[in-house]
Nanobody, 124 residues
Framework: QVQLVESGGALVQAGGSLRLSCAAS????????MGWFRQAPGKEREFVAA????????DYADSVKGRFTISRDNAKNTVYLEMNSLKAEDTAVYYC?????????????????WGQGTQVTVSS
């Protein structure tokens, strides 16, 4: 079993920055692909970013490319999402997710474990 705990969500002004963290426990973290997803009220959960295990290749949704950066610290069993130039449309609950395998993925159904989410609100 894997436990994921997100933190770092907050209210921020448009143009500002935030860093989300996701602490993982329960299994071999370094070999697991990790992802960030978000869900705004009335909308489906959508892919934000992912990082593979081992080689740490990354992937981003077009809407966040160039503004968000996903990274991981395997020594701390933590994955991060650095968010810059935030926009009102980035407002959502952000979820961390983990896969059993090392290959990153961009759809929620491909992830096996989920955190409880952290709220990010961007005021315009």
């Amino acid at each position: 079993q894997v436990q994921l705990v997100e933190s770092g969500g907050a209210l921020v002004q448009a143009g500002g920055s935030l860093r989300l963290s996701c602490a993982a426990s329960g299994r071999t973290f370094s070999s697991s692909a990790m992802g960030w997803f978000r869900q705004a009220p009335g909308k489906e959960r959508e892919f934000v970013a992912a990082i593979s295990g081992v080689v740490q290749s990354t992937d981003y949704a077009d809407s966040v490319k160039g503004r968000f950066t996903i990274s991981r610290d395997n020594a701390k069993n933590t994955v991060y999402l650095e968010m810059n130039s935030l926009k009102a449309e980035d407002t959502a609950v952000y979820y961390c997710a983990a896969r059993r395998g090392a290959v990153r993925a961009a759809t929620p159904s491909e992830y096996d474990y989920w955190g409880q989410g952290t709220q990010v609100t961007v005021s315009s």
